[in-house]
Nanobody
Framework: QVQLVESGGGLVQAGGSLRLSCAAS????????MGWFRQAPGKEREFVAT????????YYADSVKGRFIISRDNGKNTVYLQMNSLKPEDTAVYYC????????????????????WGQGTQVTVSS
């Protein structure tokens, strides 16, 4: 049974930083692309960042490019999202997602490529 457990959310002032973690279990972590999505109140879930199974490819939403960094440690079965220069519009529930298929060549940037989801962690950025 695949499980994804996020941690690291919280309340931070604008301009501050947070690091989210997502611990995975239940399958060979290093074979799967991983992503982060977020959902703000009243809005649809949106793509934030993704990283390939090897860690060699990363992609970001334009809204976070240059501020957020996605990384992974395959030895620890964990993916991270370092969030810097946070803005109030980054306020959302952040979800970790695992690709539905192993060894996909290009990490997906839509939710349909992801078959497994964490429970979400709240990030609130105050102005």
């Amino acid at each position: 049974q695949v499980q994804l457990v996020e941690s690291g959310g919280g309340l931070v002032q604008a301009g501050g930083s947070l690091r989210l973690s997502c611990a995975a279990s239940g399958r060979t972590f290093s074979n799967y692309n991983m992503g982060w999505f977020r959902q703000a109140p009243g809005k649809e879930r949106e793509f934030v960042a993704t990283i390939s199974w090897s860690g060699g490819r990363t992609y970001y939403a334009d809204s976070v490019k240059g501020r957020f960094i996605i990384s992974r440690d395959n030895g620890k079965n964990t993916v991270y999202l370092q969030m810097n220069s946070l803005k109030p519009e980054d306020t959302a529930v952040y979800y970790c997602a695992g690709d539905a298929l192993p060894l996909r060549g290009v990490p997906g940037r839509t939710s349909r490529e992801y078959g497994y989801w964490g429970q979400g962690t709240q990030v609130t950025v105050s102005s």
